[in-house]
């Protein structure tokens, strides 16, 4: 592995040395913490369930909220990622790791739309399912003003709404967009929308 190679080219107790082992270390829990195991860098000695994790979008170390936004100015990697967006940032770090096909990093929502989505679940949601995420692309190139960005994001938000809902109602936290699509669903979306719409 050419990170484990590097590492070992640094002196023992080395400054360099201890900041690859970091590095290393963040990236390990990053992979856990995609299949359900959340291993935090500042784990409090009461443990709440009920706090959420953000991986740093540059070292990959899982902090809460709070610690995140502190921990962007003392980060190990260097970025170019504004404070305000790193929640952003964060959500989009997810989104790609998780995307199977490996799409994501190509296509023009990821740089233009995604850091400027509010950091919420919706937003998550909207980010890592392809079928929403490849809608917004879409709209982008039919589109071509900058200002669409900011309409994208909120078309791709409101699918996200309706695919929150469709999952409350089927009980299912796996249900993508395409399954919605199915004839078969119709029932289900008309009612979902017609619950959003109030």
């Excluded at 592995?1 to 590095?23: A, C, N």
């Excluded at 995140?68 to 404070?83: S, V």
Aim: charged share 30%; proline share 3%; with cysteine.
């Amino acid at each position: 592995m050419k990170e484990v190679e590097e590492m070992l080219l640094h002196p023992k107790k080395s400054k360099e040395r201890r900041q690859l082992i970091t590095l290393l270390r963040n990236a390990g829990h990053f992979n856990e913490f995609l299949k359900g195991n959340i291993r935090p860098v500042y784990q409090k000695k009461i443990k709440d369930s009920s706090t959420a994790y953000y991986p740093c979008p540059n070292c990959k170390g899982l902090y809460s909220k709070k610690f995140l936004f502190r921990h962007r100015n003392k980060c190990l990697a260097n970025d170019t990622i504004q404070t305000s967006h790193i929640l952003s940032a964060s959500q989009s770090v997810i989104a790609s790791a998780t995307d199977r096909n490996n799409t994501l990093h190509k296509l023009r929502v990821k740089n233009e739309v995604f850091n400027i989505m509010k950091a919420d679940d919706i937003s998550l949601v909207a980010k890592m399912d392809p079928l929403i995420y490849l809608f917004g692309e879409q709209y982008l190139k039919k589109h071509k003003r900058k200002q669409m960005a900011v309409v994208c994001s909120n078309k791709m938000r409101e699918l996200a709404r309706l695919l929150i809902e469709i999952r409350l109602c089927r009980n299912d936290e796996k249900y993508t967009l395409i399954h919605a699509v199915d004839p078969t669903a119709f029932d289900i979306v008309i009612e979902c929308a017609k619950k959003i719409g109030g």
